[in-house]
């Protein structure tokens, strides 16, 4: 681990930052428009924000001198300086304690929870978990949620070497294929400059992939949808894991098995390797 100082970046353990926004309608309009919302009518003031959906607010606006050659902010602010080339959102624990309004003013509080470091079959892996809470204007906590990035070096395929695991039969499953422009969209409403999601050179050249990458939080989001969905209830806790990406042209198929109020969840590509999986309780 000789290029990692992981005291150092330890140091990064405990900073804050805290913003505060209106969760537009508008906003929340645009996002339905993207990820093709059935229930439309939902979506207006006084209305509940669907699951994952604060995800487009909050947003940052870092200058394009403040950027690095990735597209991400550059690192050593808020999030610590890695010294590896690719970062992705690995996963994350979303608690839903209270209904997040559509219209209302919310905060947000961040702060860097922990910062480990791993070995992986491709090499050095760290992982930052950010610790988020969401409160309403009374102060009450609306979201308390776990984010994994992981950063890693680029590999020559973008994938790890061995296969991901495969699933081939659940109770519940439709399919999806991500096209360019609902990444443009899904990057634009959520402020992501992430080169890998809009810049396929950048892509197979920089960060070893082999083509345009689906956001990771656009298919988490889509499985805690299809949670509400298939289960007539609400999310109220949501874990989820990146297993290996998927890319533009991949029919995503999105499954689903339900036991009580315990909603097993996972996308898969069309090999049945599984590229995301979740867990979701409802209530």
């Known amino acids: 681990m000789s290029t990692i100082d992981l005291e150092y970046l330890r140091t990064w353990v405990g900073k804050a930052r805290a913003d505060v926004d209106v969760i537009s309608v508008r906003h929340a309009r645009l996002m339905a428009a993207t990820v093709d919302y059935a229930a439309t009518e939902r979506i207006c003031d006084g209305g509940n924000l669907p699951p994952l959906w604060h995800w487009t607010y909050f947003l940052e606006g870092a200058p394009a001198r403040e950027l690095g050659s990735d597209g991400h902010p550059a690192r050593g602010g808020f ?3 890695v010294p590896l080339t690719n970062r992705m959102w690995a996963g994350g624990r979303v608690a839903c304690i209270k209904p997040v309004i559509i219209g209302s003013t919310v905060r947000k509080e961040s702060s860097i929870l922990k910062v480990d470091h791993k070995q992986g079959r491709s090499g050095d892996l760290v992982f930052v978990t950010v610790l988020h809470e969401v409160t309403s204007h009374q102060g009450e906590l609306l979201i308390r949620e776990e984010q994994d990035i992981v950063y890693k070096n680029s590999t020559p395929s973008g994938l790890d070497k061995g296969d991901p695991p495969a699933v081939t039969s659940s109770q519940f499953s439709r399919s999806y294929t991500p096209t360019s422009t609902m990444l443009f969209r899904y990057s634009a409403l959520t402020f992501n400059g992430h080169r890998i999601h809009y810049d396929v050179d950048y892509c197979r050249t920089s960060e070893g992939y082999k083509n345009l990458v689906i956001h990771g939080p656009l298919n988490a989001t889509m499985l805690a949808a299809y949670a509400e969905e298939v ?14 990406p998927a890319f533009i042209g991949d029919s995503i198929t999105i499954r689903a098995t339900v036991e009580d109020r315990k909603i097993s969840l996972c996308a898969t590509l069309e090999n049945n390797a599984v590229c995301m999986k979740a867990e979701a309780i409802v209530g």
Not at 231 to 244: D, H
């Open 231 to 244: 289960s007539g209830l609400k999310v109220q806790n949501f874990t989820y894991q990146g297993v290996s």
């Open 79 to 81: 999030m610590p300086p």
